[in-house]
């Protein structure tokens, strides 16, 4: 029986962060006010803005040393489910510095710890036992050191075996390595350039970047996120280009994570591919109106939601 909507897997999660400061120079000590910590990393804020958007989640993620007690610590005292694998190396810090004379920011992203084989294998394995019993998978995020680069074709080999439909959100050889078993690929225009060594200047450009994954059968469907342009969405048999969402300017952190959340979200509620791509477009741009990388609400997600454009079908 599937007890859990959405099972996320986030195998570099951070502590994040976040401070101000009136302007950043080198040498000075810079005195910093209001520290805030909060648990960050892909798969966690997928799992996040899953909860928030009212679907049962659960994070699975590596966490150790001193920031990733805190990680734990933090989940558990936000009330969020999650399967935490232990390991010997430290969590990584994601620390951001805005500097308000100028409202500019400066992200600080720690490499993360290198992973032992066994701790590899122990979180493939938690995983795969939470998937057992999930709709959805989502792995985001990047790998850590040490991880193999075709460690999410190993995910996403085990989701196919247990008939799980898998979301995979990544970039560089995380993304260069998976090559099936994928149901929904989110990369960032950015992502898809990067990956397939391309310009990708024209929508038609981009629109056959992601058909070609698709003919590879690297997945059944490729949304190409476009920041504050909207996103594309081909699958094997259509494509659609789906318009952004009007927002005020605002930090556009963890606008993929919870447009992905969103898409996955909007098919537990038993809606078609792109009706469920609506949400994810209205859940992205919610984010911008939260700060740093705080989940949207769900109010902002389900009021943009109604103000999203149907899809236009494109060649
Ligand atoms: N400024 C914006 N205005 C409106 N919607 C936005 C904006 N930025 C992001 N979005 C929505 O969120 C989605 C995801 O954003 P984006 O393409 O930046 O992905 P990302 O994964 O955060 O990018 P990357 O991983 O390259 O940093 C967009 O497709 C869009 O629907
Ligand atoms: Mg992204």
Redesign the pocket.
């Known amino acids: 029986m599937r007890t859990t909507d959405i099972v996320t897997l986030c195998m570099n999660p951070a502590l994040d962060i976040t401070t101000s400061t009136a302007v950043v120079r080198p040498t000075e000590k810079l005195r910093c006010a209001g520290v805030r910590y909060n648990p960050g990393g892909g798969g966690i804020n997928v799992a996040h803005v899953a909860e928030v958007l009212g679907a049962s989640s659960m994070a699975v993620f590596p966490a150790g040393g001193p920031a990733g007690e805190l990680v734990h610590r933090l989940l558990v005292a936000e009330g969020l489910a999650l399967h935490r694998v232990s390991i010997g190396g430290s969590t990584r810090e994601s620390f951001t510095v805005n500097e308000t004379s100028t409202s500019g920011q400066y992200r600080f992203v720690l490499p993360g710890p290198e992973l032992t084989v066994a701790e590899q294998a122990e979180c493939l394995l938690q995983l795969r036992r939470a998937a057992e019993s999930a709709t959805f998978v989502v792995a985001s995020g990047s790998l850590p050191p040490g991880v193999p680069e075709d460690f999410y074709q190993r995910v996403a080999t085990a989701c196919s075996e247990l008939g799980v439909k898998f979301f995979l959100?990544t970039?560089g050889g995380g993304l260069t390595h998976v090559d099936s078993g994928v149901f929904l690929l989110?990369p960032?225009?950015?992502?898809l350039r990067e990956c397939l060594g391309l310009e990708l200047r024209s929508e038609a450009e981009q629109l056959a970047a992601a058909r070609e994954l698709v003919a590879r059968g690297v997945a059944e469907c490729v949304l190409v996120?476009?920041?504050?342009?909207?996103?594309l969405l081909v699958t094997a048999e259509e494509a659609h280009r789906?318009a952004?969402?009007?927002?005020p300017?605002?930090s556009?952190?963890?606008?993929?994570?919870?447009?992905v959340a969103g898409v996955a979200v909007g098919l537990t509620r038993g809606w078609p591919l792109t009706e469920a791509v609506r949400l994810?477009?209205a859940a992205?741009?919610a984010?911008?109106l939260t700060p740093g990388s705080a989940p949207c609400t769900r109010e902002d997600a389900e009021r943009l939601f109604a103000q999203t454009a149907p899809p236009v079908t494109v060649r």
């Open positions: 959100d970039s989110k960032s225009v950015r992502e996120s476009l920041g504050s342009q909207g996103a789906f952004q969402v009007d927002v300017p605002g556009g952190v963890g606008a993929g994570d919870a447009m994810g477009v992205g741009a984010m911008l």
